[in-house]
């Protein structure tokens, strides 16, 4: 049964019991994934919550190296999921709560595909309000490559798929703190990322399907605010040796977003403004192998080109290493 997967250290919000019944509805599981800080709660019938002492005692290796109160012990989440045989998972925030267009996805979809490469802004081809997602280095933001022209569309295979949210989308702490506004982005057509073009996105309205669960994983080492969308880097570098790209649909999700301090997300953001396009440099230079029995490979390979370079610790290694090892065969 496909699943939908989240992290939380709150008592069940709005935005969780709305997701969990329109999951129900079409047929999926909704896991939540709690850390030391999550709040004592009962949790609606339904939910599958796993706090910190089953997550100890599940079998995985990750789930006793993964770091307390960060964000990417959602990685045991997946993982769950995918041990149950999710064919896919729908990866969202406990401030999210589903559109009425909600649906699932599929692995093939039809898209435009973006005739552009390098940094692309996808928010652009969905709003005409200047926004751009948290990610995309701040000296490309302005750039009119940033939104190239996109064919007519056409059937892909899209082992990834970023649905947008609005109320209050993935921005960056720079845009929130100078240009903050309630976003509602058009049901445009989807935009298809093809080999060569680069758009970060996150974990807010992602499906993943099989052939890419290997690239779900969050790095451990690094912030909160750059954790997925290092991931987002490494996962389109390795899409391309499948032939693929992450597509783009219009908004399926609405965020009312938890309080945050923009201080302090900016200060855990700054990682990612100085080195995101260092970072997609090296990962354009790093040889990979193609064909869907190399994915495995080819993340870690992505993962020794980011601790090498400096972008993450080495320690994240062993870590990465224990998710590849706790992976099912698929």
Known sequence: MDS???TTIQAPTTAEKAMLSTARSAGMNLIAIGDRKTVPATWPEGARYVDVQQQL?????????????????KNIGYLIAMSEGAGAIFDTDDDNAPLENWKPRALETRARRCLGTGWVNVYQWFTETHVWPRGLPLDHV????AR??????VEVTAPIQQGLADGSPDVDAVWRL?????????????IHLPPGAWCPFNSQSTWWFRA??????????VSFRVTDIWRSFIAQRCLWELGAGVVFHGPEMFQERNPHCLMRDFEEEIPGYLQNNNIRLALEETALVSGPEAVRDNCHRCYETMVRAGFIPDR??????AWLSDLPSQ
């Open 178 to 190: 100078v240009m903050d506004r309630d976003i509602r982005f058009a049901n445009g057509d989807s």
């Open 4 to 6: 939908v997967v989240i």
């Open 57 to 73: 005692q599940t079998d995985l290796d990750y789930a006793r190296l993964a770091p307390f109160n960060h964000y990417a012990r």
């Open 212 to 221: 890419a669960y290997p690239l779900m994983y969050l790095p451990s080492c």
């Open 142 to 145: 302005r750039s009119q490559q």
């Open 316 to 321: 994240e290694m062993k870590m990465l290493e």
């Open 148 to 153: 190239p022209n996109a064919g007519s569309p």
